[in-house]
C-alpha cells in the first residue's frame, strides 16, 4: 500500500497523508486516523527511521526485579516478546534486564543501572517496576528533561510524578480480595492479616481496599501482624504468635503458599479460607489441590503486551501516553486456571 493509495480509501489529499507521516501540521483527530489505517492495512513508510528515530532500531530498555515473585516478572516478559514479535518489522529493540530488589543495595544498583542507560544509550523509551520510591522522582525528572517516556509497572506514586503507570487498581484489588473471603464465611468470622509493607507500597493499597470493604460487615473481625520479610521462618514466626484456632481466614498478599506450608508443617486441622494474591506453580498446586480458594491476580501478561504497544503507539502513531492504564483484574478459581496464555507454565 502506498500513501496514494490510503489518501484514496480515506477520501482525502495525498498532502495530507504525507503531514501524518512527517510530522506537519494536520488536525490530531485526522492524524489518528490516517495512522490507524495505515497501520491496519501493514503501511509501512521508507523513510520511518529518518522520521521518527534517527537510528536503525527504535531502542526500549526494560527493567524488571524477580525478588518477590519471578512467574509474575516471566509473566510480563511473555506479553513483551508477543508485542517484539508484532512490532518487529518497525525495528523495535527490546533490552530487557532482570535484577533482585530485595535489599536496599539492590536498589542503589538497580537505579544506577538506570541512570547509565539514561546518559549513555539514548533509549527511545523506559519500562520499569518495582521501582523504590526513593529514587523514582529523579528518574522521572531526567525522562522529562530528555524527552524519554517512562512507563512504570507496579509502583503507586504515577498520581504525584504523571508517569504512565500500567498495572491494576490495588485498592479494587483489596476490596475484591476481602469480598471473596467474606462471601466465602458467609459475612461472619474473624480474619487475620499478614502484613508485609513493600517499597512500592503495593501491599498498603491492598490492604486499604480490603479494611475498607471489611467495614461494612459488623460480624467481621479483622486482625494484623506485621512481617519483617517474606521468608518462611517469619511466616513460622508470626503464625506461632498467635491462636490460630481463633481465626476463620488467613490473608497474605504476597507468597500465601507460606500460610499453607506452616499449616501442614504444624498439623493443624482447621480448614481455613485461603485467597491468593499470587500465581507460581506452588499456588497453582495448591488451588488444583482446593486447599486455596481462588486467587485474584493482576494481569502482568497484559502488562508486557500494553506497555509495548503504549511506547509504539506514542512513537509511530503519534498518540500521547495516558498517566494511567488500568489493565483489569482476574478471578481465578480451579475451574478457570487454565485459560490463557500467560497461566502456562510450561
Do not use: W
Not at 70 to 99: A, C, H, L, R
Not at 134 to 144: F, P, Q, R
Not at 256 to 283: G, P, Q, R, W
Amino acid at each position: 500500500m502506498t500513501q496514494k493509495e490510503i489518501a484514496d480509501q480515506l477520501k482525502i489529499s495525498r498532502s495530507t497523508v504525507a503531514r501524518a507521516f512527517n510530522g506537519g501540521r494536520i488536525n490530531e483527530e485526522t492524524k489518528k486516523i490516517i495512522l490507524d489505517f495505515a497501520y491496519e492495512n501493514g503501511y509501512k513508510p521508507n523513510n520511518l527511521a529518518q522520521t521518527l528515530v534517527r537510528k536503525n532500531n527504535i531502542s526500549i530498555y526494560v527493567f524488571l526485579v524477580d525478588s518477590i515473585s519471578p512467574t509474575y516478572v516471566n509473566d510480563i516478559i511473555k506479553g513483551i516478546k508477543v508485542s517484539e514479535i508484532k512490532f518487529s518489522d518497525y525495528k523495535f529493540e527490546i533490552n530487557i534486564i532482570q535484577m533482585r530488589a530485595s535489599e536496599e543495595k539492590d536498589s542503589q544498583k538497580q537505579y544506577k543501572e538506570i541512570l547509565k542507560v539514561l546518559e549513555t544509550e539514548s533509549p527511545k523509551g523506559l519500562i520499569v517496576s518495582f521501582i523504590d520510591d526513593t529514587y523514582i522522582k529523579n528518574i522521572s525528572d531526567l525522562c522529562k528533561l530528555k524527552k524519554i517516556p517512562l512507563i512504570t509497572l507496579d509502583t503507586i506514586n504515577y498520581e504525584k510524578e504523571k508517569n504512565c503507570h500500567i498495572g491494576p487498581d490495588y485498592i479494587q484489588m483489596g476490596s475484591l480480595t476481602a469480598d471473596f473471603i467474606i462471601t466465602g464465611l458467609r459475612e461472619t468470622g474473624k480474619i487475620l492479616i499478614l502484613n508485609f509493607e513493600d517499597s512500592c507500597n503495593i501491599n498498603k493499597m491492598r490492604v486499604k481496599g480490603f479494611l475498607d470493604f471489611s467495614k461494612n460487615f459488623k460480624d467481621i473481625k479483622v486482625d494484623f501482624i506485621n512481617l519483617s520479610s517474606l521468608d518462611q521462618k517469619d511466616f513460622d514466626k508470626a503464625l506461632s504468635s498467635c491462636n490460630l484456632l481463633e481465626y476463620d481466614s488467613i490473608y497474605s498478599s504476597f507468597k500465601s503458599e507460606n500460610i499453607v506450608t506452616y499449616l501442614e508443617t504444624n498439623k493443624i486441622k482447621k480448614k481455613y479460607f485461603l485467597i491468593a494474591n499470587d500465581l507460581n506453580e506452588d499456588i497453582k498446586n495448591l488451588l488444583y489441590k482446593r486447599k486455596i480458594s481462588g486467587i485474584i491476580y493482576q494481569r502482568p501478561f497484559y502488562q508486557g503486551i500494553i506497555s509495548i504497544e503504549t511506547i509504539f503507539n506514542y512513537l509511530i502513531k503519534k498518540i500521547p501516553i495516558p498517566n494511567k492504564i488500568n489493565i483489569g483484574i482476574d478471578i481465578l478459581l480451579k475451574e478457570n486456571l487454565s485459560i490463557g496464555l500467560y497461566y502456562d507454565f510450561k
